[in-house]
């Protein structure tokens, strides 16, 4: 018998021996017949999963992301165009959408934060009298659009040409 009906038949003969070992675990874990269907189901959606992941079996984009070179001015600019307190220049990237030229259009993404708020529920300025109201430091998602010049090292973004597509809030202190 040729080498390779040996090699089928030993992954037929190990896959019907793991597959009962499977089932017959399940009976004795679950104290309940298994419906073989949906286990079945269930690890053909975990094996597709995995080679998704890997890019085996389906086309995989690949997005690659850049980092800025001038993450300074891109969070003051970012900051004073969202009105938040700060922006964790850590989270600050790129990724390019269209080049045109020497210069290419970007999407950033980041995260920022606005502090703790302290207000006063009174018609006293002066916090003499009155209830103090606390609200809790929150975290923002924020994506924007920009143009830069791609360098060696990242990407240069514009700060004049940012545009605040997307803010959104994710959770509170």
């Not at 030229?101 to 006293?124: D, P």
């Amino acid at each position: 018998m040729p080498r390779i009906i040996k090699f089928i038949f030993f992954l037929l003969l190990f896959g019907i021996i793991f597959e009962a070992g499977l089932l017959s675990s399940y009976t004795i874990v679950t104290s309940q017949p298994p419906d073989v269907g949906k286990v079945i189901d269930m690890q053909v959606s975990k094996l597709t999963a995995i080679w998704d992941s890997i890019g085996i079996g389906s086309k995989v984009s690949i997005t690659k992301t850049y980092n800025v070179t001038n993450v300074d001015g891109v969070s003051q600019a970012l900051k004073s165009k969202t009105q938040l307190d700060g922006i964790n220049i850590d989270t600050i990237s790129a990724i390019i959408v269209s080049s045109s030229g020497g210069n290419v259009n970007v999407t950033i993404s980041a995260t920022g934060y606005k502090e703790n708020e302290t207000t006063a529920n009174s018609s006293n300025t002066a916090f003499t009298s009155g209830q103090i109201v606390i609200s809790p430091s929150a975290t923002y998602n924020l994506t924007a659009t920009a143009t830069g010049e791609q360098k060696t090292k990242g990407i240069a973004v514009d700060v004049n040409t940012i545009r605040i597509t997307s803010l959104k809030q994710i959770k509170s202190k």
